[in-house]
């Protein structure tokens, strides 16, 4: 079992930046693929980012189209910790924003039930 703690959330005005941070358990944390969607108000939850083991120390990043050169994911095994780095922030990214997790297999952006893993959530709120 593997428990997810989100932190890092907050209100910021359109074109700041904020860092996510979401903290794992378990002793595998550098074999799980680990990503960030985000649900707004009256929307279903959709995909931002992951970070998917390739094998030894490779790792593969995939964006979803609306946050591509602004946001970046990052992964510190030594803390089991994967981070959401957040710039150029828009009233649009405003949403809960949910730490994910699979054990080995990527997270696919195109299947939610792909995730295995889910924090609490942590909002984020950009104010125009």
């Known amino acids: 079992q593997v428990q997810l703690v989100e932190s890092g959330g907050g209100l910021v005005q359109a074109g700041g930046s904020l860092r996510l941070s979401c903290a794992a358990s378990?002793?595998?944390?550098?074999?799980?693929?680990m990503g960030w969607f985000r649900q707004a108000p009256g929307k279903e939850r959709e995909f931002v980012a992951a970070?998917?083991?390739?094998?030894?120390?490779?790792?593969?990043?995939n964006y979803a189209d609306a946050v591509k050169g602004r946001f970046t994911i990052s992964r510190d095994n030594a803390k089991n910790t994967v981070y959401l780095h957040m710039n150029s922030l828009k009233p649009e990214d405003t949403a809960v924003y949910y730490c994910?997790?699979?054990?080995?297999?990527?997270?696919?952006?195109?299947?939610?039930?792909?995730?295995?893993?889910w924090g609490q959530g942590t909002q984020v709120t950009v104010s125009s």
């Open positions: 970070l998917s083991w390739g094998g030894g120390s490779v790792y593969y990043a």
């Open positions: 994910a997790a699979r054990d080995g297999a990527p997270i696919r952006p195109e299947k939610i039930s792909s995730v295995q893993y």
């Open positions: 378990g002793r595998t944390f550098s074999n799980y693929a």
